[in-house]
């Protein structure tokens, strides 16, 4: 029954700005690392940037400096704020969290549905 519902997605010029969104809806014992990771046409899916509880950050070298990870753990959400965005951003971004349900207690990693952003020249 825990869910990412990711959102923010959409389309913009390059230069850009988004904010994704993603809510890791349930019951939730705990929340370790929660992430965003992408996955454009024809390549393979890679960390975008990743946050742990304790608020230590991760971000790929292409993301720096633009993207900004931030998680609210009283709403076990976590932000992606995409600045200055490039076409290269193309792709679909899915939300990760690593969990404890806590109606069963089962650890796993979830994965959000997607969301495409798309990036025009």
């Known amino acids: 029954q825990v869910q990412l519902v990711e959102s923010g997605g959409g389309l913009v010029q390059a230069g850009g700005t988004l904010r994704l969104s993603c809510v890791a809806a349930g019951t939730i014992f705990s929340i370790n690392t929660m992430g965003w990771y992408r996955q454009g046409p024809g390549k393979q899916r890679e960390l975008v940037a990743a946050?742990?509880?304790?608020?230590?950050?991760n971000y790929a070298d292409s993301v720096k400096g633009r993207f900004t990870i931030s998680r609210d753990n009283a709403k076990n959400t976590v932000y992606l704020q995409m600045n200055s965005l490039k076409p290269e951003d193309t792709a679909v971004y899915y939300c990760n969290a690593d969990l404890v349900s806590g109606v069963d207690l089962g650890w796993g990693r979830y994965w959000g549905q997607g969301t495409q952003v798309t990036v025009s020249s």
């Open positions: 946050i742990t509880s304790g608020g230590s950050t």
